[in-house]
DNA sequence: GTCCATGTTCTTTA
DNA sequence: CTAAAGAACATGGA
């Protein structure tokens, strides 16, 4: 369920609800959810007090008072949710309970445990070798960055190592808006398409940020509420439909084993690449 | 039963 | 050695 806008929505509504809180108990009801496996989470958190919650790429971080901080990976059906535990039932797949003085519970669920937890303590390596922001890259950082590779724009895209948030519905909602065919080799891109695509990888992820994310299936807040940009995508999931500019059905391909959605019409392949394929 | 899924990482191949 | 493609992970829904 996670990317970007997904991952702030749910810092944005867990701030307000966690942030200078102290931590009470720690139940955890699945262990191989958290890493290293050596950890010892419960004795780690309790007692310490929330001091601060951020997003980097993807990441879910925690800051406690003693400074030292863990970070949560939603992977691909993870929950995070801050509830009154009285009058929120439990659900299946909840492998993490953290409950506070207030009576609010934190709950990490994840049905397909491609998430987990992971304790950093003090090493301060929350971004390892993760790419810029998104939000924050510029166009010429962009370029040197995609210039170094000829994968399919669509599958650098996804590269956590060369940009970090964008997943797969932002990928092809980015190509569509600037109009870029996502077979295009990464090292191909003119100048001029780079920073069309910059400009329209930001307006898309500010865009659902605003509309509280994207829920397909499993994603809610930390208030439980689903996101409302499902509804808004141009391309994703559209396979067949009409291209909501000109009409043309959408075309679903499979790309680096991820399913991607575009518009023949209007992110055409470049001429010189298609006819080199046809000669092939 | 089949196929598919908002992600990452390991293995295989060239 | 690197780059890229594919499989694997675990679970559930259509």
């Given at each position: ?33 958290v ?69 609010v ?7 397909r ?14 971004a ?12 010429a ?60 990888i ?8 605003k ?70």
């Amino acid at each position: 369920m996670p990317e970007l806008p997904e991952v702030q929505t749910v810092v944005n509504t867990l701030r307000p609800r966690l942030l200078g809180r102290t931590i009470q108990r720690v139940t955890l009801n699945c262990t191989d959810i958290v890493q290293p496996p050596d950890a010892d989470l419960a004795r780690a958190l309790t007692g310490r007090t929330i001091k601060s919650i951020d997003r980097r790429g993807k990441r879910i971080i925690f800051t406690l008072d003693s400074a030292e901080q863990f970070y949560v990976h939603l992977g691909m059906s993870g929950q995070l949710t801050a509830v009154q535990a009285k009058d929120a039932p439990f659900a299946p797949h909840t492998h993490l309970v953290i409950d506070f003085p207030s009576g609010v519970q934190l709950r990490f669920r994840d049905p397909r445990r491609f998430g987990g937890v992971w304790w950093v303590g003090d090493a301060g390596d929350i971004a390892g070798d993760m790419g810029p922001e998104p939000l924050a890259i510029r166009p010429a950082q962009l370029a040197r960055r995609l210039a170094r590779t000829r994968r399919a724009i669509k599958t650098a895209l996804l590269d956590q190592r060369l940009l970090a948030g964008v997943g797969n519905i932002y990928a092809d909602e980015a190509l569509f808006t600037a109009r870029i065919d996502p077979l295009t080799p990464a090292n191909t891109l003119a100048a001029a398409q780079v920073s069309r695509l910059c400009r329209s990888i930001k307006l898309v992820l500010h865009r659902a940020l605003k509309h509280g994310g994207s829920s397909l299936r499993d994603f809610v807040d930390a208030n439980g509420s689903s996101g409302r940009y499902q509804n808004r995508l141009q391309v994703y999931g559209r396979e067949s439909k009409p291209c909501r500019r000109c009409r043309t059905p959408i075309v679903r391909q499979v790309l680096g084993g991820r399913s991607t959605h575009f518009c023949p019409r209007c992110q055409p392949a470049d001429k010189k690449r298609s006819a080199g394929k046809r000669s092939a």
